[in-house]
Nanobody, 124 residues
């Protein structure tokens, strides 16, 4: 059973940068598609960024394109989200997710494993 644990959240100011890390245990993630989702206050959980098992195919939500970068290290079973130019609208609980086909999608119901989330708060 794969377990995902996110870390790196906290309180930052508008315009700051932050890195989130997801560590997987209980199995290799090298064949899994990985993604970050977030849930902003009062909203549904939404897709942020996805990365194929090879790491060669990545895609982003329009709202974070050009500001966020998703990176994986299969040898360490980690998935990072590098966030720059943070805005108050990025305030959310951020979740790491994994799916078994190797090709992640924007649909949260297609993911098999989820972390518990890490809170990111951006103050103005």
């Amino acid at each position: 059973q794969v377990q995902l644990v996110e870390s790196g959240g906290g309180l930052v100011r508008d315009g700051d940068s932050m890195r989130l890390t997801c560590v997987a245990s209980g199995g290799s993630i090298s064949s899994f598609g990985m993604a970050w989702f977030r849930q902003r206050p009062g909203r549904d959980r939404e897709f942020v960024a996805g990365l194929s098992s090879s790491g060669k195919s990545e895609f982003y939500a329009e709202s974070v394109e050009g500001r966020f970068t998703i990176v994986r290290d299969n040898s360490k079973s980690t998935l990072d989200l590098h966030m720059t130019m943070l805005k108050s609208d990025d305030t959310a609980n951020y979740y790491c997710a994994a799916e078994r086909t190797g090709w992640p999608t924007r649909r949260r119901d297609e993911y098999d494993w989820w972390g518990q989330g890490t809170q990111v708060t951006v103050s103005t």
